[in-house]
């Protein structure tokens, strides 16, 4: 019988353009008269000490005519206005019997007021309000087309490519979430006191192994929604029934009622395109997914273009410079000691170790801001930047030592997990003779480190940002949208470029998620704690972490005030007094 | 005739602002938050974001708690008590559900709250910014008693499915804010 009515579920002589639309609108409709009711009931909530006060007069100039009517809107009473016309609006909009004109001044009061409502206040929003405010501005905006008949096709193709959107992005997004590929995602979901106290939440908190099913299951549909648009008609419907059965789920679990109506009038425009098997040939589909798929093609070649510009810089007069260590190059920078007096053949030398996926431009403040009477040598390690050597880091670090040409006593200098690369050799000669100093600098607690890597939790949430990394990098976002590898970094131009490029650079990417699961970690305390003189700097990010590391390595600890894991080294105030401790390290290795 | 070219060009207009819409939209919804605010591009319209509890869903329980007090060192202020807004959870809930938009609201502030700190962005900024004013004022206007001159908020995350001492979670500890309403600091 359903299946009967699904697939016939028109009357003769319908538009089947109208009878999309109405199917659209009128869910719309009474989730709207839902949510105006809803609205109308939590009055205290709007009050000027309530979690949706309105805020948009925050910023305005008082006495502008912009300030006076902000202030309006954030009056308690404004919200149920809006909610009354929305009420009213939304009732016309169910029982005007789909009449165009109507429709759209319906459309536009709801657009309106939703609208208003988002300006007055962010806050306590869901998607359900962003899908009725995409029909009903999209309602409105598509009016404005003098033909009817193109204005209504065109706006259900745009609510239908807006759901299609919905559904796959929500799964696609999925696929970067740890919990979700572990499978835990759900199963944490219904442990919280906001999504786990509907009826349903019960059945699933007593059966993990359903749960995990769901968890696993939820991104595979979303991804896979548009079969909707390959499959024959009826079965493309019979697919939307069971992604309505889903909307309604959720609201039994999680107690999201507002998503079944804001969602399900989508559907209308969904059932819209799968009907008429449009999709392939229309034009509005093609330009956007053209458009996009343009756009990232050029964000991804300016971004590749970028690195190779900073592989050239590396390349030239102020760049880098490389030193076959075994069966390949290492790439260094290496500063001799340029201060009258010292004697370059016996001055100390600073080896410094990068942290996880980070270059030696890290370095530059620290470098910039040290005393000149001693040599200091930054590198990549194997499979970083241009190394090409496989060497492991104490090949790679004698070499570099040696090739210094100064016997000086030795000083390592390690930020992050770096402490690692030189738990690895500090045990071990390096041009004949032990590691004196060594200062770590935010280290990564070797004891700490064993552990996440056994939570499979963590280890999960380390692929995840390497991840994201990589999708970054490989589509070019990193170049325009804000990131924390900018954010806490302030180098000079040319290292800034370079350790923006280098962090996002693929195989850098590559070469940092294979690392973290090589470094040794079982006598990584004994060996550090055998150097004779050890300082540790810690930022303000980790300072509890770093105390307690600081502790179990017997060295000095000191507080960088205000920084962050990066920004320790980052910048230039934060590296002043790294650089301090560094030479304090150097002077007891004399 | 010209009437008509005015009111095609208005639907070229109209199409068009759909169509880069739509584009935008599409763009705005990467798999993770690396984005870009692209709304400056579609004149300010509000873009969809379509990544439901993903890549990671909230999982923490976010609890609001105050305490009171003279706001020096010199006092000894009152234990910390949770003053979280309820969700009465009935079955009504499925189909009618007022009572999320409170709790939904504390927190999408608490969210911009983590993210400003996890920047290490300035104290005062912080101090300065929406989320906090919000916060402060619910607070004020749910504190269990006003005998004191003085108030600290403190916003916590719970996390029912995390083990042993990773369960809880502090965000943010507040200023010493006054219990009246326009008192100044």
């Known amino acids: 019988m359903l299946l009967h009515r699904i697939r016939s579920p028109r009357r003769s002589g319908d538009d089947p353009r109208q009878r999309a639309i109405k199917a659209t609108m009128a869910p719309i409709a009474v989730g709207q008269i839902l949510s105006s009711v809803e609205a109308l009931t939590i009055g205290p909530l709007y009050r000027r000490d309530g979690l949706l006060r309105g805020v948009s007069a925050r910023g305005t100039v008082p006495g502008t005519l912009r300030h006076r009517l902000a202030t309006a809107l954030d009056a308690p009473a404004t919200p149920k206005v809006l909610a009354a016309v929305n009420l ?41 309000d962003q899908m009725t405010a995409v029909i009903t501005q999209y309602r409105t905006v598509s009016a404005l087309i003098p033909d009817a008949e193109r204005s209504d096709d065109l706006f259900l ?77 009826r079965w493309g419907n019979v697919l939307l029934v069971g992604v309505k059965g889903f909307h309604v789920a959720v609201a039994a679990v999680m107690e999201l009622p507002r998503f079944i109506w804001g969602f399900t009038g989508s559907h209308g425009a969904v059932q819209y395109v799968v009907g008429r098997h449009a999709l392939p040939s229309s034009k509005l589909e093609r330009l956007v997914l053209t458009a996009a798929v343009a756009i990232t093609a050029t964000t991804a070649t300016y971004a590749a273009g970028q690195r190779a510009i900073d592989v050239e810089r590396r390349r030239g007069l102020k760049g880098t410079a490389q030193l076959q260590v075994g069966d390949g190059d290492v790439e260094y920078l290496h500063t001799p000691p340029t201060a009258a007096g010292t004697d370059p053949t016996t001055a100390p030398v600073v080896i410094l170790e990068a ?28 499979g970083y930047g241009q190394t090409t050597s496989s060497a492991d880091p104490h090949t790679a670090v004698d070499a570099l030592v040696r090739h210094t040409g100064s016997s000086g006593p030795l000083v390592a200098v390690s930020h992050s997990i770096g402490v690692l690369a030189l738990a690895g050799y500090a045990d071990r000669e390096v041009a004949g003779r032990r590691i004196t100093s060594a200062v770590v600098i935010d280290g990564t607690d070797p004891d700490l480190f064993a552990t996440d890597r056994r939570d499979r939790k963590r280890v999960g949430s380390f692929l995840q940002s390497q991840l994201r990394s990589m999708f970054a990098a490989l589509t070019g976002i990193y170049n325009f949208a804000p990131h924390a590898v900018d954010r806490q970094s302030r180098y000079e131009p040319d290292q800034q470029m370079g350790t923006v490029q280098f962090v996002f650079g693929p195989r850098n990417i590559y070469r940092a998620t294979r690392e973290y699961f090589e470094f040794d970690t079982d006598r990584a305390l004994d060996v550090l704690r055998a150097i004779p003189n050890r300082y ?55 | 005739m010209p009437l008509d070219k005015v009111r095609g060009a208005i639907g070229a207009v109209a199409a068009g602002a759909l169509t880069a819409h739509l584009i935008a939209t599409t763009l705005f919804n990467t798999p993770d938050s690396f984005n870009l605010d692209l709304r ?57 559900h007022p009572r999320s938009r409170g709790p939904k609201a504390l927190f999408d502030a608490m969210q911009q709250l983590s993210v400003m700190k996890a920047n290490y962005s300035r104290f005062d900024w912080i101090v300065s910014s929406t989320p906090y004013e919000l916060v402060t004022d619910a607070a004020r206007a749910l504190l269990p008693m006003r005998t004191d001159e003085r108030f600290q908020f403190l916003l916590v995350n719970f996390f029912p499915s995390a083990v042993g001492d990773q369960r809880v979670q502090p965000i943010l500890v507040s200023e010493w804010e006054h219990v009246r309403p326009g008192g100044r600091n």
């Open chain 1, 157 to 233: 193709r745009a609510v239908n490519l807006q759901a299609g959107l919905s559904y796959f992005v929500s799964g696609f997004a999925k696929l970067f979430g740890s919990s979700w590929v572990q499978g835990d995602a759900l199963g944490e979901v219904v442990q919280t006191q906001a999504y786990g106290s509907g009826p349903a939440a019960k059945f699933l908190k007593s059966r993990p192994r359903l749960t995990r099913a769901l968890t696993w299951a939820t991104p595979i549909w979303e991804i896979a929604f548009p079969v909707v648009y390959a499959v024959p008609e």
């Open chain 1, 536 to 590: 540790l700097v810690a930022s303000q990010e980790n300072a509890t972490q770093q105390a307690e590391l600081a502790r179990k390595l017997g060295a000095g600890h000191r507080l960088v005030a205000d920084s962050s894991h990066r920004s320790v080294i980052g910048y230039r105030q934060n590296a002043k007094q790294v650089a301090a401790v560094v030479e304090e390290a150097v002077d007891a290795a004399g």
């Open chain 1, 355 to 382: 942290g996880l996926g980070n270059p030696l431009d890290a370095w530059a403040w620290v470098s910039a801001m040290t005393r000149s009477d001693f040599h200091l040598v930054a590198y990549h390690r194997r």
């Open chain 2, 40 to 96: 400056r591009y579609v004149g300010g319209w509000t873009l969809p974001g379509w990544r439901f509890f993903a890549p990671n869903p909230g999982v923490q329980n976010v609890h609001l708690l105050v305490r009171t007090g003279d706001g020096d060192t010199t006092g000894t202020p009152s234990e910390w008590q949770d003053i979280t807004p309820t969700i009465g959870h009935h079955i009504t809930n499925v189909v009618f």
């Open chain 1, 88 to 128: 009213a609006a939304s009732v016309v909009l169910l029982l005007g019997r789909n009449r165009r004109p109507v429709q759209i001044a319906a459309s536009a009061a709801i657009g309106a007021c939703n609208r208003l409502n988002e300006v007055r206040t962010p806050y306590g929003r869901d998607g359900a």
